[in-house]
Structure formats: structure tokens, C-alpha cells
């Protein structure tokens, strides 16, 4: 079979981040590879500016053939097996692909059908799903074509990305709405499985408030398992009344799937008993295979999953690899920061940032904790380019050495 210096599974953010960053590293062309089935590369993070209308589905995504660096080999294959103790994978069409060095980075599954009449519900008005790149103009639709009733947000229960997103989509929903004199005819819910508006205590505070003082009702601990949509009903169980279910009606549905390992990760050599790439937190290093890496949403790193976690992560394990490859011993290096620009309006963001501990970790040196003006136009108009043109290009690292320098600078 083909052999590669450095080969990538997954052609996402964190992949496309880290055959830049190898093929950097390499010099001459066709050392590094990557594995990606899918023609089309998508920003993630801008579905939730499209499915309030803020931004167009086609402005987020672009072709795969232009995210791959040059010189970097694309195969549009998908992988089958790992066989970490030979250095190789299969690809499902039967192929054998050789490597010194693997890294994975296949992202997370998206799993409507785990709720019934999902996903054949979105064929149906008033439904909508930003986290998919087939449902999202749904949810602008539903919010255009919303006249009155309930308007329903839900949180599974299941670790996801970007935990905040099932919250920002609600709150610019409220605000559309404001906007266009329909809110006073609206009950707006956010049913969630979990019991706290969000993981870090200072956001959950300010996000508890901010969802107060908009009459949204909080609905903690409720778990999404059905959708009829012939009846427009939403069925919740009541995680803390096993048995119990509550029916609610809606006008406007946004539902954020259950979500899990990949299935080929699953029962596979490179997963851990769940099935995320089971790495070392602070180094991003195979456990077992010490040749083997991973990075983002597919791995056990006990951070919440988002691009801005992938950035820090790129440049430590970048680190990693290069000392791996000289045969020094590797430093500890993560410390699990991560980012969650918590949109609450159309103009207003609080930038949440934190790390393994649940600590704030803020860039800027003012309060993160406001909502501000400042921290929308971060998320809508500068994230784009330092994704497509920093991120991508293995040039951004995350914000950690700008925090050190501004808090020398204003502390
Ligand atoms: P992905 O980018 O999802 O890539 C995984 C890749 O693996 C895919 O291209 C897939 O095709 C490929 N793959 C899967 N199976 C196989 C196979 N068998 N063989 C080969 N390849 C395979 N993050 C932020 O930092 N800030 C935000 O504001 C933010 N907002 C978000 C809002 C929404 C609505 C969503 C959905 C996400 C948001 N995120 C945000 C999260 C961010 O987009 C993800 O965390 C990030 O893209 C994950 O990158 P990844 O490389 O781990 O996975
Ligand atoms: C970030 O680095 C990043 O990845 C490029 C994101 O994903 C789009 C983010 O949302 C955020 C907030 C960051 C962090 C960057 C700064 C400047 C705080």
C-alpha cells in the first residue's frame, strides 16, 4: 500500500490545522496526507449567524480541494480499520495506508435518529437544526414563518460541541423576534438535559440572568426523545423522574442532536471503552501508540468541544510531534483552554473562555463576563478570516500568548 510520513484522518478543523502545520514542519512535498471523504470543508461556527439570518449557508463553507495545503496529498477515501500495531489503516474501499505517524481528527457524529421521528420531522414546517449543514436554513425558515406559540430549544443528553450553541440560537430568536413585534406573542423555552445554564459558574450566572430578564423559561434536566410532527408536539423526558414525560406543543422547534464517537472509532484499537481517541490531555499522545495522535472533537480530552480548544491544541501538539520525531521527551503542555463566544443578540456576545479546571481563562483584560458590542463583532467578523487564513493555515495557535501580554500589560 501507499506510505506517508504523516498521515491525517479527517479533514475538518483540527485535520486541515495540522497538515499545515506538518507540512510546514517536512518541507518537500508528499510526506503528509490526508484521509477526507467529503468535497465540501464548512465553518462550523457561522451556522449559528445562519440560522438566525445573520449570515448565508453558502458563505460558510468552501471546497476541500482549497483547504488542503499544497503539497499535502488529499485522499478522498474514508477510513475502515485502524491497525495501530502495523502503522497502517484501511480505507472502507479495502486500501492499506501505511504511516510513520497518524493523526486523528474525525470530529464527532451527529445522531438525530436517536430521537424518534428524527430526522424525518425537518421535511416539515417550524423545525430546524443549526448543527447540521442540512437543517440550518430550516431554522432561519421556522423563525421567518413563526407567528405565534411556543418557540422550543433543546440541549441533549450527550456530550456535544460547542455547548453554548443551543442557547445563542435561542437568544437571537428572542431578539428577531423583539425586532419584529411578534415576541409578546411567543412562550419561549429552553428545555436542557443538564441542571446549570453552562459548565463554568461565571457564564451560568450571567446566562441564568440574561435568560431571566428575556422570559425564557429554563426547563433543567429535560432530554428530548420524540418529535411528532404531523402534531407539532416535542416529547422530553424527565431525567430525574425516570418514567416521566412532559408533551410540549411547539410553533418553532431547535433541536440540538444527541452526539457521540464516530462509529468506526467505536470497539476500534485507537478508542478508548466509549470510542474517543484515547490521548494523553496535556501532550495530545496515544496512550498506547506512541506514533499515534489526536486532536478535537474525536478525542477523550476532558475539554468542551470547539475550534477555538482545536487552536491551543494544534500548537501543543505540533510540539508533541516535533519532539516525538527528535526522540526528546515530551512536555505537558495543554491546559485544556477553550472558548465559547455566547452570542446573545444580534449585536451582543459574552466571550466565555476557560480551561481543564473550569477557570476563566480571558484574553482580553476587561470583564468577558458583559455582554458586549465588541465581542459580536469578534465572533461575526473577525473569526472568519483567522479560521480560513490563520487557523487552517497552521498560523494561529489560540489567543494564550496575546492573554499573557495584555494582562502584563493593563494588570
Ligand atoms: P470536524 O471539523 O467536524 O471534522 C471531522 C472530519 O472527519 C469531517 O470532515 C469528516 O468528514 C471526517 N471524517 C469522519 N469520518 C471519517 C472517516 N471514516 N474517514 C475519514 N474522515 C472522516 N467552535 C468554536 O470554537 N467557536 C464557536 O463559536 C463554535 N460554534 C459552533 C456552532 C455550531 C452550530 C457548531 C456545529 C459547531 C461550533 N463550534 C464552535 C465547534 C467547532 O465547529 C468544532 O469543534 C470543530 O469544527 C471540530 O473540529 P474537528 O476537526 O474535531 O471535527
Ligand atoms: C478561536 O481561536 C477560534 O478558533 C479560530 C474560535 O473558533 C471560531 C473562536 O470562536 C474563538 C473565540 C477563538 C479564540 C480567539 C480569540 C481572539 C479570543
Known amino acids: 500500500g501507499d506510505y506517508y510520513d504523516v498521515l491525517v484522518i479527517g479533514g475538518g478543523t483540527g485535520g486541515i490545522t495540522m497538515a499545515a502545520r506538518m507540512r510546514r514542519k517536512l518541507g518537500s512535498s508528499g510526506k503528509v496526507a490526508v484521509m477526507e471523504p467529503s468535497e465540501m470543508h464548512y465553518y462550523q461556527p457561522m451556522w449559528t449567524l445562519v440560522g438566525a439570518g445573520a449570515k448565508r449557508f453558502g458563505q460558510s463553507g468552501r471546497s476541500t480541494a482549497?483547504?488542503?495545503?499544497?503539497?499535502?496529498?488529499?485522499?478522498?477515501?474514508?477510513?475502515?480499520?485502524?491497525?495501530?500495531?502495523?502503522?497502517?489503516?484501511?480505507?472502507?474501499?479495502?486500501?492499506?495506508?501505511?504511516?510513520?505517524?497518524?493523526?486523528?481528527?474525525?470530529?464527532?457524529?451527529?445522531?438525530?435518529?436517536?430521537?424518534?421521528?428524527?430526522?424525518?420531522?425537518?421535511?416539515?414546517?417550524?423545525?430546524?437544526?443549526?448543527?447540521?449543514?442540512?437543517?440550518?436554513?430550516?431554522?432561519?425558515?421556522?423563525?421567518?414563518?413563526?407567528?405565534?406559540?411556543?418557540?422550543?430549544?433543546?440541549?441533549?443528553?450527550?456530550?456535544?460541541?460547542?455547548?453554548?450553541?443551543?442557547?445563542?440560537?435561542?437568544?437571537?430568536?428572542?431578539?428577531?423576534?423583539?425586532?419584529?413585534?411578534?415576541?409578546?406573542?411567543a412562550n419561549f423555552h429552553f428545555c436542557t438535559s443538564l441542571a446549570v445554564m453552562f459548565g463554568v459558574k461565571k457564564y451560568a450566572d450571567v446566562l441564568a440572568k440574561i435568560a431571566a430578564k428575556r422570559n425564557i423559561a429554563v426547563n433543567f434536566r429535560h432530554n428530548l426523545v420524540e418529535v411528532r410532527a404531523d402534531r407539532r408536539e416535542a416529547v422530553f423526558e424527565k431525567l430525574d423522574q425516570p418514567g416521566e414525560t412532559v408533551t410540549l406543543e411547539y410553533n418553532l422547534l431547535h433541536v440540538t442532536p444527541p452526539m457521540g464517537p464516530v462509529n468506526v472509532l467505536k470497539g476500534s484499537a485507537v478508542a478508548d471503552a466509549a470510542g474517543w481517541v484515547d490521548v494523553d490531555k496535556g501532550t495530545l499522545q496515544h496512550k498506547r501508540y506512541p506514533n499515534v495522535f489526536g486532536i478535537g472533537d474525536c478525542t477523550n480530552i476532558p475539554t468542551s468541544k470547539t475550534a477555538a480548544a482545536i487552536a491551543a491544541q494544534s500548537a501543543v501538539l505540533d510540539k508533541t510531534i516535533s519532539r516525538v520525531m527528535k526522540g526528546k521527551a515530551i512536555l505537558h503542555a495543554y491546559d485544556g483552554y477553550t472558548s465559547c463566544p455566547l452570542v446573545t443578540s444580534y449585536k451582543t456576545c459574552v466571550l466565555a473562555e476557560f480551561d481543564f479546571n473550569g477557570q476563566p481563562l480571558e484574553t482580553f483584560p476587561f470583564d468577558q463576563g458583559k455582554e458586549r458590542r465588541t465581542m459580536y463583532h469578534l465572533k461575526a467578523d473577525v473569526m472568519p478570516p483567522l479560521y480560513w487564513h490563520g487557523l487552517l493555515k497552521g498560523l494561529w495557535g489560540g489567543p494564550g500568548i496575546y492573554r499573557k501580554m495584555m494582562h502584563l500589560g493593563f494588570k
Not at 485522499?75 to 475502515?80: A, H, I, M, S
Not at 481528527?105 to 430521537?115: C, S
Not at 456530550?159 to 425586532?179: E, S
Open 66 to 185: 482549497s483547504v488542503i495545503p499544497s503539497g499535502v496529498r488529499w485522499l478522498q477515501e474514508r477510513v475502515g480499520t485502524f491497525e495501530p500495531e502495523q502503522n497502517r489503516v484501511r480505507t472502507v474501499s479495502g486500501a492499506q495506508i501505511n504511516y510513520k505517524y497518524l493523526i486523528v481528527a474525525m470530529g464527532i457524529q451527529l445522531n438525530y435518529e436517536q430521537v424518534r421521528g428524527l430526522p424525518e420531522a425537518f421535511e416539515e414546517a417550524g423545525i430546524g437544526s443549526n448543527y447540521s449543514g442540512l437543517y440550518v436554513d430550516k431554522t432561519w425558515r421556522a423563525l421567518q414563518d413563526f407567528r405565534e406559540g411556543n418557540a422550543i430549544f433543546t440541549l441533549p443528553n450527550t456530550p456535544i460541541k460547542c455547548a453554548g450553541a443551543p442557547q445563542k440560537i435561542m437568544y437571537l430568536a428572542d431578539d428577531y423576534m423583539r425586532k419584529t413585534g411578534k415576541r409578546d406573542k
